[in-house]
Antibody, heavy 122, light 110 residues
Framework: EVQVLESGGGLVQPGGSLRLSCAASGFTFSSYAMSWVRQAPGRGLEWVSA????????YYADSVKGRFTISRDNSKNTVYLQMNSLRAEDTAVYYC???????????????WGQGTTVTVSS | QSVLTQPPSASGTPGQRVTISCSGSSSNIGSNYVYWYQQLPGTAPKLLIYRNNQRPSGVPDRFSGSKSGTSASLAISGLRSEDEADYYCATWDDSLSVWVFGGGTKLTVL
């Protein structure tokens, strides 16, 4: 069964850092792009970042560019989201999602994890 | 303000057909595939429609997607109480080089 499982969420103070992990199973990990999508409390879905199958291509939403870094370790079937300089507005459930293809552009998210909650508060 | 525009709410009675629209532009819907996601209360999003009008295995054929120009639609026929959920459209935007989501439509089954 194709699955992705997020971990690493928690409570962090404004200005702090957190690293989320997403462990994948049931598919050839390096053959698919991966993405992070977040959902603030009571709000809609917001795309955050994505990485191609090789990790050589990455994209970010303007709201996180320069603060968040996506990376992947294909030997561990895991994608990461390093989040620095966290702000209250980054508080959300963060979902990891597998994309349909190895590239990011044009082919969407087909498998989603259950999410991990990040709370930024003093 | 989302790049893709969806109505915030929709409703119908059991057995009815409802449609949810998603409006974009030439740089997103006009030139890329549209995806639809269903999010039941308290759960993660689930893929409902991919590549404009394709249903993943396990999704009932009551759900259908279409695209014309810079707009897309999700249609649900034979509405059931378990269809009550939030629905989101999504696509790639060539100008912004980001994935964009609609603001979401809350479907209520009366």
């Amino acid at each position: 069964e194709v699955q992705v499982l997020e971990s690493g969420g928690g409570l962090v103070q404004p200005g702090g850092s957190l690293r989320l992990s997403c462990a994948a199973s049931g598919f050839t990990f390096s053959s698919y792009a991966m993405s992070w999508v977040r959902q603030a409390p009571g709000r809609g879905l917001e795309w955050v970042s994505a990485t191609s199958g090789s990790g050589g291509s990455t994209y970010y939403a303007d709201s996180v560019k320069g603060r968040f870094t996506i990376s992947r370790d294909n030997s561990k079937n895991t994608v990461y989201l390093q989040m620095n300089s966290l702000r209250a507005e980054d508080t959300a459930v963060y979902y990891c999602a597998k994309l349909e293809e190895v590239v990011i552009r044009g082919y969407g998210m087909d498998v989603w994890g259950q999410g991990t909650t990040v709370t930024v508060s003093s | 303000q989302s790049v893709l525009t969806q109505p915030p709410s929709a409703s119908g009675t059991p057995g009815q057909r409802v449609t949810i629209s998603c409006s974009g532009s030439s740089s997103n819907i006009g030139s890329n595939y549209v995806y639809w996601y269903q999010q039941l209360p308290g759960t993660a999003p689930k893929l409902l429609i991919y590549r404009n009008n394709q249903r993943p295995s396990g999704v009932p054929d009551r759900f259908s997607g279409s695209k014309s120009g810079t707009s897309a639609s999700l249609a649900i026929s034979g509405l059931r109480s378990e269809d009550e959920a939030d629905y989101y459209c999504a696509t790639w935007d060539d100008s912004l080089s980001v994935w964009v989501f609609g603001g979401g439509t809350k479907l209520t089954v009366l």
